[in-house]
Nanobody
C-alpha cells in the first residue's frame, strides 16, 4: 500500500524558514511527479510546487516562486519543500502528493498533511 507521510510543519514567525519532508513508501517503482499542495482555512486546496522524479523539472505557483524550492532524494524516496521568507498568507495545511501518468494527469496519492502556521 502506498503511503506518503509529511513532516516538518510548525509555528513560525513571518520571515522565517521551514523545510517540509515527504516520505513515499509502498511503491516498487517511481512515480512520475511529486507535488506539494496547501489548503488554508476556508479556502480550496491549491497547487504549490511539483517536480518530475526522473528529470528533476520543477514548477511553482506564482505566490511562492522565488521563496519555495522543491527537491528530492530518489534513493531515500524523500521529497522536500524548502520554504523561506514565510508570510502569514502561507499559513495552511501542506500536503504531499504523487502522480502516476499511466493513471491520468491527476495526483492520485496523498499524504495526511502537515500544518504550517506563520505569525505576523
Amino acid at each position: 500500500q502506498v503511503q506518503l507521510v509529511e513532516s516538518g510543519g510548525g509555528l513560525v514567525q513571518a520571515g522565517s524558514s521551514l523545510r517540509l519532508s515527504c516520505i513515499v513508501s509502498g511503491r516498487t517503482f517511481r512515480f512520475d511527479r511529486i507535488g506539494w499542495f496547501r489548503q488554508a482555512p476556508g479556502k480550496e486546496r491549491e497547487f504549490v510546487a511539483a517536480i518530475s522524479v526522473s528529470a528533476g523539472r520543477t514548477s511553482y505557483a506564482d505566490a511562492v516562486k522565488g521563496r519555495f524550492t522543491i527537491s528530492g532524494d530518489n534513493a531515500k524516496n524523500t521529497w522536500y519543500l524548502q520554504m523561506t521568507s514565510l508570510e502569514p498568507e502561507d499559513t495552511a495545511v501542506y500536503y504531499c502528493a504523487a502522480q502516476d501518468i499511466r493513471s491520468g494527469p491527476d495526483f492520485d496519492f496523498w499524504g495526511q498533511g502537515t500544518q504550517v502556521t506563520v505569525s505576523s
